[in-house]
């Protein structure tokens, strides 16, 4: 954890530069939202491959993230990317235990956006890949940032998101009305759940936290023909079930 928090330094320029003073924005850039006293502060978007709003296949490529194309190498990133090489395969090994389809639907979409990638000469994408050890395709990291009800426009309602919390603040709650659910969100918690299907919210809290979002792109996976797997299902750790048995 303490690495995690400590490697987002890396990004203090381009998380600072993303507090906004209007709601123009959108709510992840809202001032409104984040802890002042906070000694970071920002929310920033990453991916190796996604579509702008409006745009998919198949007449649209997707494109790599602003803050990881070539010749921004500077703003810490890439840097950031690459020493959370370990993080993310943990977080992967994760997912493949609680949704293996969405593992294996997940990696396979990133092999072969590698090869679109190399197809197209498509320099920025092609440079970015190799370091991007997750199978989710884009990731969003909001700091000292609270949320207000809201469902994810970004996911697939079958999918797992991955929502992890990491710093050092008083006890915080995680709320999913739809389910009448209340979790407490202690630092160090790791939610997988459908982003996209289920409203949820966190609040304001003193101290700092971080909150790391991943997500896959369901027309990503369509551009490179891998089939959108279906939501969770208990058979699928049947085998897992049967050799602990």
């Not at 649209?60 to 190498?73: Q, T």
């Not at 396979?108 to 990638?117: K, Q, S, V």
């Not at 659910?181 to 919210?201: C, D, K, W």
């Amino acid at each position: 954890q303490k690495n995690v928090w400590d490697s987002l330094n890396l990004l203090r320029a381009p998380l600072e530069e993303s507090v906004k003073k209007s709601r123009n924005h959108g709510w992840r850039n809202d001032r409104a939202l984040f802890q002042e006293t906070g000694d970071l502060l920002g929310s920033i978007d990453l991916s190796p491959g996604w579509y702008q709003q409006g745009r998919g296949p198949p007449n649209f490529h997707p494109k790599v993230s602003r803050l990881l194309k070539s010749g921004w190498e500077r703003n810490g990133a890439w840097q950031w990317v690459n020493e959370m090489c370990e993080f993310h395969a943990l977080l992967s090994g994760m997912l493949a235990i609680i949704h293996p389809r969405m593992y294996t639907s997940g990696r396979e979409a990133r092999i072969h956006l590698e090869m679109e990638a190399k197809r197209r000469k498509d320099v920025d994408m092609a440079s970015i890949l190799p370091s991007w050890n997750s199978v989710y395709n884009s990731m969003s990291i909001m700091v000292n940032c609270a949320t207000p009800y809201h469902t994810d426009i970004n996911g697939w309602e079958q999918w797992l998101d991955m929502l992890v919390t990491v710093g050092n603040y008083p006890p915080l709650d995680f709320v999913v009305p739809t389910l009448n659910l209340q979790f407490r969100y202690n630092p160090g918690t790791v939610i997988a759940m459908s982003g996209s299907a289920l409203e949820h919210r966190v609040g304001h809290t003193n101290g700092n936290r971080a909150c790391l979002a991943y997500y896959m792109w369901h027309n990503v996976h369509q551009l490179v023909a891998v089939q959108l797997c279906p939501q969770p299902n208990l058979t699928d750790l049947e085998p897992l079930i049967n050799v602990n048995s």
